[in-house]
């Protein structure tokens, strides 16, 4: 049987990426025009940073159904939440004018610096 984060892991990975995939569509077609060059860049940071934390939660999910152990869901544990709060505070500051959402942002960047860190801790440990 598949280890609970493995799966969890995979689905939040398998979701994220299509949603990254829906904003970047949405993005290049409803809000171009609608948005500043400043805005639609930090749009297109959001949407492309969230593929590369799906990557760290397929890599997190992977590396888990090989060798489960707490480094490895701490690691996915870190990917999931550095994509919420980098993501979400560049998604939101680029779409509205209030710009407190902007400290998640180095919080969510320490998350997946510490993800890809477990990531490969727990990579080196693999047997």
């Keep these: 049987m598949t280890p609970l984060a493995t799966r969890l892991f995979a689905l939040c990975g398998a979701l994220a990426g299509a949603l990254a995939v829906i ?3 949405f993005g290049s077609h409803a809000l171009k025009g609608r948005m500043t060059a400043e805005q639609l860049a930090t749009y297109d940071i959001a949407v492309r ?3 590369l934390f799906v990557v760290g939660l397929f890599a997190a999910a ?3 159904g090989r060798q489960p152990s707490r480094v490895t869901v701490a690691a996915g544990v870190c990917q999931l939440v550095g994509m919420l709060c ?10 509205t004018v209030p710009r407190h959402a902007a400290v ?12 890809w860190l477990l990531l490969a801790w727990a990579a080196f ?3």
């Design 125 to 127: 440990r693999l047997r």
């Design 86 to 95: 980098f993501c979400g505070a560049l998604y939101v500051l680029a779409l």
């Design 62 to 64: 992977w590396l888990h």
């Design 49 to 51: 940073f969230q593929m």
């Design 23 to 25: 904003a970047g569509a």
């Design 104 to 115: 998640f942002a180095p919080i969510g960047g320490l998350m997946a610096i510490a993800g």
